[in-house]
């Protein structure tokens, strides 16, 4: 039996994107029909959906309907259907701590961005994939303020990452010229939304899509052999 072909896949997401955490639970669906077949490694890009948030935050509600000029009721209805695609891709986006949840709120990621730089660099891309599931499960089902530093802290020392090295990757200039640099990067390939996973550097798929569209796509590629 031949070795599975090996594809890199580079994700350009923001850890506020619900569709961003369905994708990858939909392409996680995808690798797992391709087991034996193709061997993928994840590496996580920077997308901010909301690069001029304020650190203080904003109500993710009132953010919905500021931005998209949705209603409560049509704000309501997208919920719904992004809970039922979520649930098909067995990913979770509900509030998951005791009691009432407090609100959900839309953050700052920029330096959460930076935090998934250092871990890419430092630690590989499996690392890297474990802080960034981390992050979507804070954001999601925990309500955490995953805009601030000591929270970013906190979920580096519970992926199990050097605490003294995250600290020092969030005051490093040259990661945060990095972050840049690949946001600008992913606008020169003409992403202007997220997730979008190229595939050997050249094969870009847009959006969350269904898991048989990840497998069409990636036998397609490894059959080039490119």
């Known amino acids: 039996m031949s070795a599975p072909a090996r594809l890199t896949i580079d994700v ?3 850890v506020m994107c619900p569709w961003c955490a369905i994708g990858y639970g939909q392409l996680s669906k995808a690798l797992e029909q391709l087991e034996g077949e193709i061997a993928a490694e994840i590496r996580w890009h920077p ?14 509600a009132a953010h919905l309907a500021r931005k998209y000029r949705r209603s409560a009721e049509e704000t309501e209805a997208v919920r719904g259907q992004m809970k039922a695609i979520a649930d098909s891709a067995g990913i979770s986006l509900a509030w998951e701590g005791e009691g009432q949840a407090p609100p959900a709120m839309i953050w700052n ?4 961005h930076c935090l998934l730089a250092w871990a890419l660099e430092a630690y590989g891309p499996e690392k890297q994939t474990e802080l960034k599931l981390a992050l979507f499960r804070a954001h999601f089902n925990q309500r955490r303020r995953i805009g601030e530093r000591d929270v970013l802290l906190a979920l ?3 992926v199990g990452l050097d605490r003294a ?5 969030l005051s490093d200039p040259a990661i945060g010229a990095r972050v840049r640099a690949e946001e600008r990067q992913a ?5 202007t939304g997220v997730p979008a996973m190229v595939v050997q550097g050249k094969f870009l798929i ?8 990840y497998v069409t796509a990636l036998r397609r590629v490894a059959e080039r052999g490119l």
């Open 156 to 158: 580096a020392k519970e």
């Open 206 to 213: 847009p959006g969350a899509q269904a898991p048989e569209t």
């Open 187 to 191: 606008w020169d390939m003409n992403i």
């Open 12 to 14: 350009w997401s923001d």
């Open 109 to 112: 990621t920029f330096s959460a």
């Open 47 to 60: 997308f901010e959906l909301n690069p001029d948030m304020p650190e203080s935050g904003e109500e993710q």
């Open 165 to 169: 090295g995250a600290l020092a990757a």
